[in-house]
């Protein structure tokens, strides 16, 4: 966060080419077509990076954990317990855990970068969809070290002017102490200029912001862990019906069997 400006598209540029060199074997074999895709993603992921340096420089959470393996300390698999003594256990990687000490506790949250559009609904959660944050937020929590403050989509793409507009998504606690915390121009302004939260003139919550109450955070942890649970049960029991949720996307869309299904 230090670097700015054009000294991080400067750095951005020495590292596109030694990868350009060290990987590609320069840029000079390769087609007109691919050099131009080349200097566009050149630009993209200078956007991105300041962006998230500029977002750094927003909030108290500080980045502890990259490309973090669930598996590989500090952060455990998820297990789960089925009530006939079998378990299951969920794997995976979180792009970025970030962490902030707040008082007595140690507050944390999960970032994932996501290249398209994507929003966080609750409402898909408690269908079974868009588990996979809040269950890296329950492995990360599985050590009691750590009290949840959100889950965050990360924006990598930029708009017509090449810039990202947008601010993250996702969910996060209804706790001012932390939300202020996680960017401070709520904290001046009462909006967030990176996460999905504002106030109106009354002090209350603006309408689209995604908070959440801490026990509905918890509720939410708990009910996810039920619905791997039951997932896990119904796979013992050899219940492998073809039947995908069809709720805005098509659940057959990505899926590697539909050729054969």
């Known amino acids: 966060p230090s670097i700015q400006g054009d000294s991080l598209q400067e750095k951005v540029d020495q590292w596109m080419d030694r990868y350009a060199q060290e990987t590609l ?36 959470f500080t980045p502890a954990y990259f490309e973090q393996e669930l598996g590989q300390a500090p952060v455990d698999t998820l297990k789960i317990t089925l009530p006939d ?16 000490r707040i008082g007595e506790k140690t507050y944390v949250r999960i970032i994932d970068y996501k290249t398209g559009k994507k929003d966080f609904e609750l409402s898909h959660m408690l269908s079974g969809m868009d588990l996979q944050m809040m269950l ?20 990598v793409r930029t708009d017509g002017n090449g810039i990202i ?10 706790n001012d102490s932390v939300l202020t915390k996680m960017d401070h ?47 896990a049960k119904e796979l013992c029991k050899g219940n492998i019906q073809a039947r995908p949720l069809l709720v805005q996307e098509h659940g057959c869309s990505y899926c590697p069997y539909y050729g054969v299904c």
């Open 136 to 155: 890296y937020l329950c492995a990360v929590l599985e050590n009691h070290l750590f009290s949840p403050a959100g889950i965050l989509y990360m924006p």
């Open 165 to 174: 507009a947008d601010r993250m998504s996702g969910m996060v606690v209804e």
């Open 85 to 100: 003594g079998e378990s299951v256990e969920v794997g995976g990687k979180i792009d970025r855990i970030d962490l902030c």
């Open 185 to 231: 121009t709520y904290r001046d302004e009462g909006k967030g200029a990176f996460i999905p939260v504002g106030k109106t003139k009354a002090g209350a919550f603006a309408r689209g912001s995604r908070v959440i109450s801490e026990s509905g955070m918890k509720t939410a942890l708990s009910y996810t862990r039920s619905r791997v649970e039951i997932m």
């Open 25 to 60: 074997g320069g840029l000079s074999s390769q087609t007109v077509r691919f050099q131009a895709m080349f200097r566009h993603y050149r630009e993209v992921i200078g956007a991105v990076v300041r962006y998230a340096a500029d977002e750094m420089r927003a909030t108290d």
